[in-house]
């Protein structure tokens, strides 16, 4: 019970900064922490199937469904890369409008275009 409402805490946590921050880099961090909660919910569900790892050893014969956690550990590596990906977006952001808030960077960019 504990665990869920951690997890719903960490989820609300990462849904509110991607809501409410205006900095691009605070949003990028908002985002990590909203798909980790999202991973820790699907790891720990998975996890109520069985009780011992997927390795075939004799006298095993409660093991977990190792599918959830092999697409846990590709949404980590998919999380990773956008961040990664993001990271060098806000950085060449940054460098063209010297700010990383974006009310500034509409403001200029529409000031640019008109």
Not at 22 to 30: E, P, R, V
Not at 71 to 77: D, Y
Request: proline share 3%.
């Amino acid at each position: 019970m504990i665990i869920n409402i951690l997890i719903t805490t960490l989820f609300m946590l990462g849904f509110w900064g991607l809501l409410s921050k205006k900095n691009i880099l605070k949003k990028l961090i908002a985002l990590n922490i909203l798909n980790n909660a999202v991973i820790i919910l699907f790891i720990k569900t998975s996890s109520r199937s069985g009780i011992s790892a997927p390795i075939l050893v004799k006298g095993t014969d409660t093991i977990t469904d190792p599918l959830p956690q092999a697409l846990m550990l590709t949404a980590i590596v998919i999380g990773m890369s956008i961040t990664a990906f993001g990271v060098c977006l806000i950085y060449r952001i940054y460098q063209k409008y010297g700010t990383l808030n974006l009310e500034v960077i509409e403001r200029e960019h529409i000031a640019e275009h008109k």
